[in-house]
């Protein structure tokens, strides 16, 4: 039995030993572990491709124009323009509507008819009234837009209804398909105060003051309030009162002459002259030297709009 006894005591002292060595040598192996040299290939992980793709962009957001109201239906039938009568600065058209929104903004666009010509129309679901030529001696043929659909503009024109002593004399319009006309931009337009006695050029919404006062026409023959448009700039040295400036010729004209000097036509227009100031002229609207030099300076078709 003592024997027993000290052989299971050696057991136990040699389980110990054994026991402390295991954990002596799983000590060393951790440490050795941790004291390793760096492994660049097990330290810095290999960025994948998506981690090393450059972010893609980011579309921002844009102001997308909204397409034109449809509308009237497209019209796509040939007309014989010569078979219709023209519209110039000399026609008086009754079928031709006078401008129901005098006082409105035109839109920021204007138009020009392609090839010789563009049918006009009083309504597009009827038959075209008239033609605009694309050129013309006397202008009128670049037109401002006051609406727009998808497959017509309604534009303001020249020459009229009627003259004063049969009917309606003011400032028409009419409908133009759009596959008939260039459409460009037209940024500018003329604001007139006659009671506050204000020319201003208008661009891109921001106004310049050229005139603080002007002449317009008498109680007699008063100045054509409303919507109108540049129709024509010439120098016209006959007249003597210009003192060579030019004449900026506008589509509407006089609402009580159904003529002038001579002529079967009676234009309202800016031009110089020496008196320049209150209610004495025919109709027309007379300024300074620097006021008609940034007028003439305008392109044709600029809208411009005459406040009572």
Known sequence: MGEDTTSQRRIA???IIGGVAALIIAAVLVALWITRPDDPSASTPTPSASETRAPSPVASPTDTPAPPPPGFPADTASYDL????QVTVFSVVPALPVDDAPFTVPTE????????????????NADPVAYLPRSYDY??????????????VRV????????????NPAQVTGWLRTADVEISPAPESVVVSISARTIDIVRDGVAERIASDF?????????????????????VPEYGYTRGHPIVYL???????????????????????????GAISNGCLRVDPDAITKLAALPLGTPVIVNP
């Open 13 to 15: 002292r040699f389980a």
């Open 215 to 235: 002449a317009w026409g008498t109680d007699a023959t008063p100045t054509p309030v409303g919507r109108s448009y540049i129709m024509t700039t010439q120098v």
């Open 251 to 277: 589509s509407v004209q006089s609402p009580t002459l159904d003529g002038f000097g001579g002529a079967d036509v009676a234009v309202t227009a800016f031009h110089y002259h020496d008196a320049r100031s």
């Open 156 to 167: 303001l024109l020249v020459g009229r209804q009627a003259v004063p002593s049969q009917g």
């Open 82 to 85: 010569a078979s219709l009568p």
């Open 139 to 152: 202008g009128g043929t670049t037109v401002p837009i006051v609406e727009r659909q998808e497959h017509w």
């Open 109 to 124: 666009e204007r138009a020009l008819p392609r090839g010789d010509g563009a049918p006009v129309w009083a309504d597009p």
